[in-house]
């Protein structure tokens, strides 16, 4: 009698574990479509960006950038990368296009060479000027370019966070999955984990000092990534955040690229 109930309660305990596994992915979906709706409707933006690099003994260099990012409805945003210091990149310029669905489009203006370098997808993975971001680090975080599962509540610096994981959907990804911690105030991430293609740990980013904006958007005033790997870490320091500039997709064709400076 006892082995007829279990055998009869075993399909119970499977639908248990499957109902378990799909709430949690339906949790993780729903955190992350939040964070969209709750970053949406901003228009466009301009700010200035310091970016330090350190190699693994701590020596340091630094960049100075303009970056203009504009929101584009139902797709990805748009961005435009100006470096502007030391003499060495003055006048590169690196223009991004994210999609939601079908692949990103990222160009590179080299002055040096007078000409501009499509990033082909398979190349989405490596260092974006020798730095710890990676060039699919620089595009905007789009719902549909992940899957999610949701892991956890936690604490992390006093502050509570939801924990999610989400799975790159995009081809080319040179990561198998990220971990993220969003604070649960306002719905931004505060820390990010990165495993490789193996499932190793390659990289954390701490996002701290935010502020809002609009009586809405919040934007950190630092972003540190650490190549747990190699030992080197970017550090990027932003500033003087503008909104609603009146920037529009003519300021963000390929032909952008020449004139920024």
């Not at 003055?90 to 990103?104: N, Q």
């Not at 370019?145 to 080319?172: A, H, N």
């Not at 931004?188 to 502020?211: A, I, N, Q």
């Amino acid at each position: 009698m006892n082995r007829l109930i279990l055998i009869l309660l075993l399909p119970l305990c499977l639908l248990s574990t499957a109902l378990a596994a799909e709430t949690a992915e339906e949790k993780g979906l729903a955190i992350a479509e939040e964070m969209d709706r709750r970053d949406t409707g901003w228009g466009d933006q301009t700010a200035r960006m310091e970016m330090i690099l350190r190699n693994r003994r701590g020596d340091e260099s630094r960049r100075q950038i303009r970056v203009r990012t504009l929101e584009v409805e139902n797709d990805g945003d748009k961005s435009l990368t100006i470096f502007d210091h030391p003499r060495d990149v003055k006048g590169t310029a690196f223009l991004s296009y994210t999609h939601a669905l079908k692949p990103d489009e990222q160009w590179l203006y080299l002055p040096a060479l007078k000409r501009v370098k499509r990033i082909a997808s398979r190349n989405k993975s490596g260092p974006f000027m020798g730095s710890e971001f990676a060039y699919e680090d620089m595009t905007s975080q789009e719902v549909p370019k992940y899957s999610y599962r949701f892991l956890r509540e936690e604490e992390v610096g006093g502050r509570k966070t939801l924990v999610i994981e989400r799975y790159p959907q995009y081809e080319y990804s040179g990561y198998t999955r990220q971990v993220v911690w969003i604070d649960s105030g306002m719905y931004r991430p505060v820390k990010v984990e990165f495993y490789d293609r193996k499932d190793s740990l390659l990289k954390t980013l701490t996002l701290s000092g935010y502020h809002r904006y609009l009586d809405r958007y919040w934007r950190p005033d630092e972003m540190h990534m650490i190549n747990h790997q190699t030992g080197k870490q970017t550090t990027l320091r932003w500033s003087d955040y503008r909104f609603r500039t009146g920037l529009t997709s003519r300021d963000f064709d390929k032909n952008s690229l020449k004139r920024a400076h």
